[in-house]
């Protein structure tokens, strides 16, 4: 049996009526919890040529809204990586990023809004991860989507958590 994958409504807790559920990737350390309504999550354990992994992509086909996680080698403290994300965002055609700022859900959380011309919005949120990891969550959503959709991806965002480290069992 791997070691990630959905925890079943009735073993989560925290789920509820709108189909919730619990995403653990014990791997990569870190949960989540999948919102319902039309939200579907893929594994997908790709790895990218700079070493990022991403173990899930979350897309919600009713309005084109798409929410990538990455889990980053802690190389670089969220605040940096987010900086760097800004600057690299802001050198694209078409795109406008706010700065980064300080994000209520961990210490070192930081995140930005984007905008790609009129027609998409996004936000990233950089925080820290399990032990030598950093995790970035890219949210991309079209601007006429309904405020839910900003709403379920800042309460995605929100519920991404590392895994609490277990000691030492040698």
């Known amino acids: 049996m791997g070691g990630s994958g959905l925890e079943a409504d009735a073993q989560s807790p925290g789920s509820d009526e709108s189909g919730s559920r619990r995403?653990?990737?014990?791997?990569?350390?870190?949960?989540?919890?999948?919102?319902?309504?039309?939200?579907?999550?893929?594994?997908?354990?790709?790895?990218?040529?700079?070493?990022?992994?991403?173990?899930?992509?979350?897309?919600?086909?009713?309005?084109?809204?798409?929410?990538?996680?990455?889990?980053?080698?802690?190389?670089?403290?969220?605040?940096?990586?987010?900086?760097?994300l800004t600057m690299g965002l802001r050198s694209q055609p078409g795109f406008v990023t706010s700065d980064p700022e300080p994000m209520p859900m961990s210490d070192s959380a930081v995140g930005f809004h984007f905008a790609v011309g009129d027609n998409v919005r996004g936000r990233v949120v950089v925080r820290d991860g399990s032990p030598g990891h950093v995790f970035m969550m890219l949210a991309t959503w079209p601007s006429v989507a309904p405020d839910e959709v900003p709403a379920a991806v800042n309460a995605l965002f929100e519920s991404v958590h590392p895994l609490p480290t277990m000691p030492d069992q040698t």
Do not use: N
Not at 25 to 31: I, N, S
Not at 39 to 68: C, F, K, Y
């Open 23 to 84: 995403y653990v990737d014990q791997a990569l350390g870190f949960e989540l919890t999948q919102p319902g309504d039309g939200w579907t999550l893929d594994q997908t354990d790709e790895q990218t040529p700079e070493g990022l992994t991403i173990p899930v992509v979350l897309r919600h086909r009713a309005s084109g809204a798409q929410i990538v996680l990455q889990v980053a080698p802690a190389v670089a403290t969220p605040a940096q990586f987010a900086e760097k």
